[in-house]
């Protein structure tokens, strides 16, 4: 008996085994992770099946980009556009850069005072539950 020696495979298991074959190779690329896809409970099947999906995966290896990287280049993208506007609708990049400017000047005002608010309120905040606990224990 020689093992090595291939038998012989008929049309119709050829076909089966191509057409499994395909399957993997089309489920590989469209990238599905399911080994359910297929019913049949043929071994030979089933390792058409796979080799056809390792050989798509192979063929096509998948890039991954960085999330970070993305979002980066999208704002990025999206300052550039807005100093773009800017300079088409103030006539020049000066006037867009000079109405940049002083958007930029103003929200840091309004964002510093509102800071010292803040902190305003907090620190009265403070002092009157120091004072409500000085009433409350005896010592106001």
């Known amino acids: 008996m020689n093992f090595f020696q291939r038998t012989p495979i008929d049309e119709t298991e ?3 085994l191509d057409a499994a074959y395909e399957r ?4 590989g690329r469209d990238d599905v992770n399911e080994r359910g896809l297929i019913n049949e409970h043929d071994v030979n099947v ?5 080799r056809g999906r390792r050989d798509e995966r192979a063929r096509h290896p998948r890039r991954r980009g960085s999330p970070v990287l993305t979002t980066v ?4 993208a999206c300052a550039g556009a ?15 850069g000079q109405t940049l400017d002083q958007s930029l000047a103003n929200a840091k ?4 005072q509102a800071g010292r608010n803040a902190a305003d309120r907090a620190g009265d905040a403070l ?4 004072q409500k606990l000085k009433q409350q224990n005896g010592n106001g």
């Open 109 to 112: 005002q309004q964002a510093t």
């Open 46 to 50: 089933r390792r058409a099946y796979d």
């Open 14 to 16: 050829k076909a089966r």
């Open 24 to 27: 993997g190779r089309r489920a």
């Open 73 to 76: 280049l999208l704002l990025a």
């Open 127 to 130: 002092q009157n539950a120091g």
């Open 82 to 96: 807005f100093v773009v506007y800017l300079g088409v609708s103030q006539g020049s990049f000066t006037g867009g």
